[in-house]
């Protein structure tokens, strides 16, 4: 069975369309009005050989804070809806990935509980026509919408770009392993017996 969702979200800041299938090949199709931020979804996609479907239209005449927080509630949703049960997944999933000079370490937890720890700074307000303080509110509104415990650390810094471009692709890692199915996991990965 396909794992697959769509979600939407319309307000008088942000109307987002948006899908995903976990288990695709890393097709892309973003448009969100940010040009940085298509590349780093862009890189998420491909990396975590997801195929995702984003159209944004932001009140980015005021700035671009709530065209990306929003979209990473939206896909938050989503995700949450296209994992499922969880039933006969590995739960958890790690990577420390190199960009260049910088390095990366991003840990999930797909528990059910959002949890959201973060050490990381840029040395630049903006990559691009992106802020870069956006960076880690997108990734708290993934976090809390989908119920994931998510651990963010730059090892190495350097590039503000190296290391934004690091972050998304060692997340798409990491949640491509911990949604992978291990066939030895029957039901869902926990004690309690629910997720």
């Known amino acids: 069975m396909a794992r697959e ?6 307000t008088k800041e942000t109307e987002i369309k948006l ?4 288990d695709g090949t890393g097709y892309s199709d973003i448009e969100t009005g940010v040009g940085f931020f298509n590349h780093m979804l862009d890189g998420f996609t491909r990396h975590g050989l997801f195929d995702l479907s984003v159209r944004v239209h932001g009140d980015l005449q005021v700035d671009d ?13 989503a995700l949450k809806e296209a994992i499922g049960d969880k039933k006969g997944i590995k739960r958890y999933g790690s990577c420390i990935l190199p960009m260049d000079e910088s390095l990366v370490l991003c840990a999930i937890d797909l528990s059910g509980r959002p ?3 973060w050490d990381a700074e840029f040395t630049t307000d903006r990559i691009g026509d992106m802020s870069t303080e956006m ?9 809390y919408a989908c119920g994931m415990n998510l651990h963010i650390r730059v090892l190495a810094g350097g590039n503000n770009h190296h ?17 992978s199915y291990d066939p030895r996991i029957t039901d869902v990965l926990s004690t309690k017996g629910s997720l």
């Open 19 to 22: 899908k995903i299938n976990l």
């Open 5 to 10: 969702a769509s979600a939407e979200r319309n």
């Open 163 to 179: 290391v934004a471009e690091a972050m998304f692709k060692s997340f798409a890692k990491a949640l491509d392993a911990a949604t």
């Open 115 to 117: 949890y959201f720890v």
């Open 65 to 77: 804070h709530h065209t990306i927080e929003d979209t990473g509630i939206v896909l938050g949703t």
């Open 135 to 143: 960076v880690k509110e997108f990734f708290y509104a993934i976090s």
